[in-house]
């Protein structure tokens, strides 16, 4: 799977939007970015994962350059709720594979 | 969505007993189950990868004989650490897969915090 290259920390505003970039400058063709995020003491949680066009859910937005060797995840409007770890992943899919992790951005969202 | 549950969600024992952990998909059937270990201010590390009605396969470094996984049904996989020593003392979760879906999303439990005495 490609390495991620994250930035260690990040702050926000609340009810701002929080834009946290991801480099994956190695990605091959067939492989997916996942972003997932964990709140301090609990388990991972799945937010979005796109190939190549980007992606909305109720969660967050994906943007994935053209070149797809970046991509930004979007939390619209932030709130203190959203303060966590964000991890973002890439890997192929069609195959049951372990998630590696790297270290993540902590996202701080202040009031 | 899918919930993985695990039991318990916190655990103290001591030095040299055993300690079983639970994971359960509830709602859902997972052929693979992960095993995951996270020490504090660091990142997860797979510990080993379970599928239903085989043997856990391991990652380097991590003792088969001392993380016993079973993984006896499409809804349950166990881990068992024996002879548990303070430095086991981590924050364990473990993951499961669906089956039948095409991107594989792995979703996670809440996570057992072990502590050893």
């Known amino acids: 799977d490609a390495k991620t290259t994250q930035p260690t920390s990040m702050d926000c505003a609340e009810g701002r939007a929080a834009n946290l970039p991801c480099n994956h400058s190695t990605i091959s063709g067939n492989e997916y970015v996942y972003w997932y995020r964990q709140i301090h003491s609990q388990g991972p949680q799945y937010i979005i994962h796109g190939l190549k066009n980007n992606e909305t859910n109720e969660m967050a937005s994906l943007i994935i350059t053209e070149d797809r060797k970046s991509s930004t995840l979007i939390l619209p409007h932030a709130t203190l709720r959203d303060t966590a770890v964000y991890y973002c992943?890439?890997?192929?899919?069609?195959?049951?594979?372990?998630?590696?992790f790297g270290s993540g951005t902590q996202l701080t969202v202040l009031p | 969505g899918a919930v993985v549950s695990q039991h318990p969600s916190r655990v103290i024992c001591k030095s040299g007993t055993s300690v079983k952990i639970e994971c359960r998909s509830l709602d859902f059937q997972a052929t693979t189950m992960f095993w995951y270990r996270q020490f504090p201010k660091q990142s997860l590390m797979l510990m080993a990868t379970?599928?239903?009605?085989?043997?856990?396969?391991?990652e380097q470094g991590v003792e088969k004989d001392k993380f016993l996984i079973n993984h006896a049904s499409l809804t349950l996989s166990t881990l068992t650490v024996t002879s548990a020593h303070p430095e086991d003392s981590s924050f364990y979760i473990c993951s499961a897969t669906q089956v039948g879906t095409g991107f594989n999303e792995q979703y996670f439990g809440p996570g057992t915090r072990l502590t050893v005495t």
């Open positions: 379970s599928n239903e009605g085989s043997k856990a396969t391991y």
């Open positions: 992943i890439v890997r192929f899919s069609g195959s049951a594979r372990q998630l590696t």
